[in-house]
């Protein structure tokens, strides 16, 4: 669903590459336009057997797969998806297909190719400078243009408009040279995307008719023609893309493929994300981390949450790290000498944190809180079933026997907590199949307040919350 950070950009190109417009051609080089670029570098991955689009998870077998053949087929392409979804993350990594460095017009604005210039100045430089040409190299990191649509975009924005700096300067109005060019020209030679695309005015969507059909631009009913090279993409939300008229049909029929996104379909892949993604503070135990993953899918699934809405990626991603910062806080306040682990009791900060990120339906206001305090319990439940099913937790059982109660809680220390358990039948067993194995106190602690928990849930074992943050586990 989302990809890595790219790596550090490199400061200049490599050293051998030509550097005029004579020695780019006698080095053999050939002008290959954008799209046959991609398709070229697509290819070599495919057949090589490497990952196309690095860092992506769970959509290899639907989305990649439909988002190949659109490239390959030379499309602009837009991607349909409710939020959180990877979309923009899935748009940006395209530009890893791209050649590393490309040669450009040294000054050009838009990135023109030295063997096809654009702009009249372009081609008057070309004429009057011939093989001594300067030309530089552009990498691909800075081929890739994006801009979010929001309703006060303007063609300017996008396409340009007439620069009053340049009228002063003596040009006459007509002259296309006094035209500052707008994000899309500048990104000629790249690819351009433009995010949740329904939100642009009507009127500004017209001005994409030219760029995607006969890809060149019109500005202010100037005779101006520049055959842009360049790949368009875009993301919508499925709604407002299909149903709700807030794009023209014109500009809806000139992209060659629609591709729809979707959430994780596995549990696993929901878990791979989490752990990608989230910049975690403190250790967030695998067990965890399934806890998380299967409450963000029953919220996703909850008949009290607007479906149209969507509960994005970024909920479980901002969940484990918010139950990473409560691990955090409690070694910082309660002492505890070894590093932090998270344990089940920091789960409960999801629910008043996240809250905000879930859209309910109408008639569930009020009912917020209980509606996730009731998935969360229900999601370490399921986790418990799934993770230690058949385990036997006598062991557990009976460390509260005879009015014995076990205290954890916010500010109760790793320590302190194993010192009230003691040695407990089974806690090896335990841990093993928690994936804690490698043990420390935090995350023996971890294991057994997540046993304790699940007891509490299959009502095996009372539970108490007192009003100063401590839980209270007894019989």
Same mark, same amino acid.
């Given at each position: 669903?989302?990809?890595?950070?790219?790596?550090?950009l490199p400061?200049?190109?490599?050293?051998d590459?030509?550097?005029t417009?004579?020695?780019l051609r006698?080095?053999?080089?050939?002008?290959?336009?954008?799209?046959?670029?991609?398709r070229a570098?697509?290819?070599?991955?495919? &057949?090589?057997?490497?990952?196309? %689009?690095p860092?992506?998870?769970?959509?290899?077998?639907t989305?990649?797969?439909?988002?190949? &053949?659109a490239?390959?087929?030379?499309?602009? +392409?837009?991607l349909l998806?409710?939020?959180?979804q990877?979309?923009? =993350?899935?748009?940006?990594?395209? *530009?890893?297909?791209?050649?590393?460095?490309?040669? @450009? !017009?040294?000054?050009?604005?838009l990135?023109?190719?030295?063997?096809?210039?654009?702009?009249?100045?372009?081609?008057?430089?070309?004429?009057?400078e011939?093989?001594?040409?300067p030309?530089?190299w552009l990498?691909r990191s800075l081929?890739?243009?994006?801009?979010?649509?929001?309703?006060?975009?303007?063609?300017g924005?996008?396409?340009?408009?007439?620069?009053?700096?340049?009228v002063?300067?003596?040009?006459?109005?007509?002259?296309?040279?006094t035209?500052?060019?707008?994000?899309?020209p500048?990104?000629?030679?790249?690819? %351009?995307?433009?995010?949740?695309?329904?939100?642009?005015?009507e009127? !500004?969507?017209?001005?994409?008719?030219?760029?995607?059909?006969?890809?060149?631009?019109?500005?202010?009913?100037?005779?101006?023609?520049?055959?842009?090279? $360049?790949?368009?993409?875009?993301?919508?939300?499925?709604?407002d893309?299909?149903? =709700?008229g807030r794009?023209?049909?014109? $500009?809806?029929?000139?992209?060659g493929?629609?591709?729809?996104?979707?959430?994780?379909?596995?549990?696993?892949?929901e @878990?791979?994300?989490?752990?990608?993604?989230?910049?975690?503070v403190?250790? @967030?135990?695998?067990?965890?981390?399934?806890?998380?993953?299967?409450?963000? &899918?029953?919220?996703?699934?909850?008949?009290a949450?607007?479906?149209?809405s969507? *509960?994005?990626?970024? %909920?479980?991603?901002?969940?484990a790290?918010?139950?990473?910062?409560?691990?955090?806080?409690r070694?910082? $306040?309660?002492?505890?000498?070894h590093?932090?682990?998270? &344990?089940?009791?920091d789960?409960?900060?999801?629910?008043?944190v996240?809250?905000?990120?879930?859209?309910?339906?109408?008639?569930?206001?009020?009912r917020? @809180?209980?509606?996730?305090?009731?998935?969360?319990?229900?999601?370490i439940?399921?986790?418990? =079933?799934?993770?230690?099913?058949?385990?036997?937790?006598?062991?557990?059982?009976?460390?509260?026997?005879?009015?014995?109660?076990?205290?954890?809680?916010?500010?109760v220390?790793?320590?302190?907590?194993l010192?009230? +358990?003691?040695?407990?039948?089974g806690?090896?067993?335990?841990?093993?199949?928690?994936?804690?194995?490698?043990?420390?106190?935090?995350?023996?602690a971890?294991? +057994?307040?997540?046993?304790?928990?699940?007891?509490?849930?299959? =009502?095996?074992?009372?539970?108490?919350?007192l009003?100063?943050?401590?839980?209270v586990?007894?019989?």
């Amino acid at each position: 669903m989302s990809i890595s950070p790219s790596p550090a950009l490199p400061l200049e190109p490599p050293a051998d590459l030509p550097r005029t417009l004579g020695a780019l051609r006698a080095s053999g080089h050939r002008h290959v336009p954008v799209k046959d670029e991609l398709r070229a570098n697509l290819l070599a991955r495919m &057949r090589a057997g490497t990952d196309r %689009f690095p860092g992506v998870v769970g959509y290899e077998d639907t989305v990649a797969p439909e988002l190949e &053949r659109a490239l390959l087929a030379g499309h602009d +392409v837009v991607l349909l998806g409710e939020r959180g979804q990877g979309k923009t =993350r899935l748009l940006r990594s395209l *530009v890893g297909l791209l050649d590393e460095w490309t040669p @450009v !017009i040294e000054g050009s604005e838009l990135n023109e190719h030295p063997y096809a210039p654009l702009t009249p100045a372009s081609r008057r430089r070309v004429l009057a400078e011939g093989d001594d040409l300067p030309v530089a190299w552009l990498h691909r990191s800075l081929r890739y243009g994006e801009k979010l649509a929001t309703p006060d975009t303007s063609v300017g924005d996008l396409i340009g408009d007439v620069d009053p700096v340049k009228v002063a300067e003596g040009r006459a109005l007509g002259d296309p040279e006094t035209i500052h060019f707008g994000l899309v020209p500048r990104t000629n030679r790249g690819v %351009f995307a433009l995010n949740e695309l329904p939100d642009l005015a009507e009127r !500004i969507q017209v001005s994409l008719l030219n760029v995607l059909e006969e890809r060149d631009i019109q500005v202010r009913g100037y005779q101006l023609r520049l055959p842009l090279d $360049l790949l368009l993409v875009a993301s919508a939300n499925p709604e407002d893309y299909t149903n =709700r008229g807030r794009i023209i049909t014109p $500009l809806k029929d000139r992209f060659g493929a629609e591709v729809r996104t979707h959430y994780p379909l596995e549990l696993s892949v929901e @878990v791979d994300l989490v752990r990608q993604e989230a910049a975690t503070v403190a250790e @967030v135990p695998e067990h965890l981390l399934e806890v998380i993953a299967r409450f963000t &899918r029953a919220v996703r699934e909850s008949p009290a949450v607007d479906p149209a809405s969507g *509960v994005s990626a970024r %909920f479980s991603i901002a969940a484990a790290e918010t139950v990473s910062a409560a691990a955090l806080r409690r070694h910082a $306040l309660s002492g505890e000498r070894h590093d932090p682990v998270a &344990r089940v009791g920091d789960l409960h900060t999801v629910v008043s944190v996240l809250g905000g990120k879930v859209e309910f339906e109408q008639g569930e206001e009020g009912r917020e @809180v209980e509606v996730l305090e009731h998935l969360l319990r229900t999601a370490i439940a399921e986790t418990y =079933r799934a993770l230690l099913g058949g385990a036997e937790l006598s062991g557990f059982s009976e460390l509260v026997t005879e009015g014995r109660t076990i205290e954890t809680g916010d500010l109760v220390p790793a320590e302190r907590l194993l010192e009230q +358990v003691g040695t407990v039948a089974g806690l090896a067993q335990v841990l093993d199949r928690l994936g804690l194995s490698d043990v420390t106190p935090g995350r023996a602690a971890a294991g +057994v307040e997540f046993v304790l928990e699940a007891l509490h849930l299959t =009502r095996r074992l009372d539970k108490l919350v007192l009003d100063d943050g401590r839980t209270v586990y007894g019989s």
